[in-house]
């Protein structure tokens, strides 16, 4: 694995190589600061995060994404504003929440405008499905948060059943903050005058929901 703590900034790839598919990463490897950790699955060509990471230098970040041609600009725009605190990682999102993520180690789990999967009989590959919140739940710190956006209304009514059929999780707003900050698909879906949907869940101990 490359060895990101060196302090140079620029020089350092922002893309984990991993040392192994079956053991999870050691976070403390990744980053020069130990803080708050956000993930981003299917992060694309990085816009969100990029913005996201700079406006929040006291929270770590990683992308992941599947495509190498979309981290290589993370990277790119990542050392080129210097950003010590984000990180590509080369993977199926599902696969890294499961087996590489260390458990409860997340804040936020942001997932903005994944592949939709319009025909039915493709449903069952999308990532918001019923095994979600589990894996969610495993990633996730006490209190941490799912942000969710999507253009294809069918998925977003898949994503709020999902989530509104899961113990151990609550709708909340998105903070404006955060929903001002717009990914690359979101901002061609606006130009061509396509509506978005958000949501997001807060995850909440069993014990405190069985109270409320
Ligand atoms: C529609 S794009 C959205 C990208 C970005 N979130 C945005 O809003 O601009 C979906 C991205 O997720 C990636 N992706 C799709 N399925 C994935 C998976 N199972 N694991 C990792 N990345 C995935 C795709 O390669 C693509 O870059």
Known sequence: MTDLKTPNPEAE??????????????????????QPLEVELGSGDASFLLEYARQNPATNFIGVERLLGRLQKLD???????????????????YFLRYLLPPHSVTALHIYFPDPWPKKKHRRHRLIGGPFPALARQA???????????????????????????????PIETPSGLAEIT??????????????????????????????
């Open 140 to 170: 996730l710190a006490p209190g941490g948060t799912v942000f969710l956006r999507t253009d294809d209304p069918d998925y977003f009514q898949q994503m709020i059943e999902v989530f509104g059929s899961a113990l151990g999780f609550k």
């Open 76 to 94: 790119r725009k990542g050392r080129r504003l210097g950003l010590a605190n984000l990180r590509g990682i080369r993977i199926e999102s599902a």
């Open 13 to 34: 790839s922002r893309l984990v190589e991993l040392r192994s598919i079956v053991e999870p990463i050691q976070l403390a490897q990744l980053f020069q600061k130990p």
């Open 183 to 212: 990914t690359d698909f979101e901002r061609d879906f606006h130009a061509q005058g396509i509506p978005t949907l958000r949501a997001a869940y807060r995850q909440w101990p069993l014990t405190q929901l069985a109270l409320s």
